[in-house]
């Protein structure tokens, strides 16, 4: 800052550059690392066992809110944290169900996949604004830093986290993405040239293709608010851009998340997220009844 009939958005075509060359990691790879770990726990998420879930991002806005509301809910999940640095981990409290890894590096991450029934990735490239811009005397640059672009934060690391998770079996990935991937000339693309729909498009893609169930939620634009309070609509393919509804609490976001991994009619989905006003309409509960609304695979 939703497959009827859907309007797939194209891989990213051949005139733009890859800023790096991609570090592929085969999922031969991952599967002889597992044939060397101890034997995964292979379970569907409805047994009455509590599901391990692990939150990529997980020091991220929303990322830690979905990690906290995992571990309030002690009976039905187990949670663990994947996070970029140490620091990182310290802000979460620091605790041994967080590892601390690299997305763009598959072998660093795998030892946070071992055992997991079910993942939530909520990592994404960050654009920062250019030194000296001043965005009262018009529109600021923003750039990347090297080595985080989209292409390697949303498609490369992305990529490594879905093969990582194919590999121990999970039954289910939610992946939070943005609204607006459907038209490339989105604004957000032109931020540092990175092109970040595309490449979380490409990703997404690429879940939807992998055999995994999965649920694939296009959030609005993010804001910092209470969760809860709202009424919460759903959509597909960029249909709630063209209305005055396109924003959403991340701990909305977060609780959406959490229910996905608990409803049966979330899985092989794709929906855009917003919420009306605080104050219109009637705070949503049934998370069940949203979710199957939506009938798009992508």
Known sequence: ????????????????????KPRWVSAQRFQERRRGACLVRVRAM????KATVLV????????????????????????RGLVHTPESKETIGGADDVFVG??????????????????????????????????????????YEDGAYPEQVDWIGQKNQI???????????????????????????????GNILIWKRKAEQYLSDSGIPYTIIRAGGLQDKEGGIRELLVGKDDELLKTDTRTIARA????????????????FKALDLASKPEGVGTPTKDFKALLSQITARF
């Open 252 to 267: 909305d976001v977060a609780e959406v998340c959490i229910q996905a991994l608990q409803i049966e009619e979330a899985k």
């Open 102 to 143: 690299d997305i763009r590096d598959a072998d660093s991450i795998f030892p946070a996949f071992e055992g997991i029934d079910a993942l939530v990735i909520l990592t994404s490239a960050v654009p920062k604004m250019k030194p000296g811009s001043d965005p009262s005397k018009g529109r600021p640059e923003f750039y």
């Open 163 to 193: 093969d990582a998770a194919k590999a121990v079996g999970v039954k289910q990935i939610v992946l939070v993405g943005s609204m607006g991937g459907t038209d490339p000339n989105n604004p957000l693309n032109s931020l540092g040239n």
């Open 46 to 49: 409805a047994d009455s066992e």
């Open 1 to 20: 800052m939703a497959l009827i009939s859907p309007r797939v958005l194209p891989s990213p075509p051949l005139s733009i550059p890859s800023i790096h």
């Open 56 to 79: 990529t991002g997980a020091a991220g806005r929303t990322g830690k809110i979905v990690y906290q509301k995992l571990k309030e809910r002690p009976t039905q999940f187990t949670a």
